[in-house]
């Protein structure tokens, strides 16, 4: 553990573990997952939730080194290749705020997520993913995050759209809710 005055060099960020603990993929208990952490000399570890969402603090700027870090550590603690996205609390901010589905307002009706996604998509994947919107999904794409909201009441019998594939890139997706909760808690 470290000081206060350690605490002022470190830098705050949340980890979103691509494909770990979703349909039956890639179980892991959060104990171990923190522990992958603190192995890999990360600080004040802590998860939320089973899918995949570790708040820590690092010396370390660089989110790709932190990234390229604990995938290697996890590639050789649970021979686990997943995506590991590391952003910083303003980052998850800056997301949520350009969210244009109105989240909060429009809960009781529509749920809404958030994929952060490796790269920023192309122009021609991104009109194909507009042209497949309608009444069962919205899309918008803001920078490296995809947007998408469907009514409530179609939740458990809407299509399976590989936004991946559609995209051409790689991301993982959360619900507005988690991440409003990720803020929270990565700004205690």
Same mark, same amino acid.
């Given at each position: 553990m470290y000081n206060s005055i350690d605490a002022a060099m470190h830098n705050k960020f949340v980890a979103l573990l691509r494909g770990i603990n979703v349909g039956g993929s890639a179980v892991m208990k959060m104990t171990d997952v923190k522990k992958q952490f603190d192995e890999a000399g990360l600080s004040d570890v802590k998860t939320y939730i089973q899918s995949g969402n570790v708040i820590f603090t690092s010396p370390e700027k660089d989110t790709s080194k932190i990234s390229l870090k604990l995938k290697k550590q996890f590639q050789k603690s649970f021979n686990h290749n997943g995506e590991i996205f590391i952003l910083s609390p303003e980052q998850l901010k800056t997301a949520l705020a350009h969210c244009p589905f109105e989240p909060e307002k429009n809960e009781a009706k529509?749920?809404?997520?958030? @994929?952060?996604? =490796?790269? *920023?998509? +192309? *122009?021609?994947?991104?009109? *194909?993913? @507009? +042209? @497949? =919107? +309608? #009444? #069962?999904? =919205?899309?918008?794409v803001h920078d490296k995050v995809l947007y998408y909201a469907y009514p409530r009441q179609i939740a458990g019998h809407r299509r399976n759209i590989n936004f991946e594939k559609v995209l051409g890139v790689s991301g993982t997706a959360r619900s507005w809710k988690v991440i409003s909760k990720l803020i929270e808690l990565s700004s205690e």
């Open positions: 529509q749920l809404c997520h958030l @994929m952060f996604l =490796s790269d *920023k998509p +192309g *122009k021609q994947q991104i009109d *194909k993913l @507009m +042209g @497949m =919107s +309608g #009444e #069962e999904y =919205s899309f918008a």
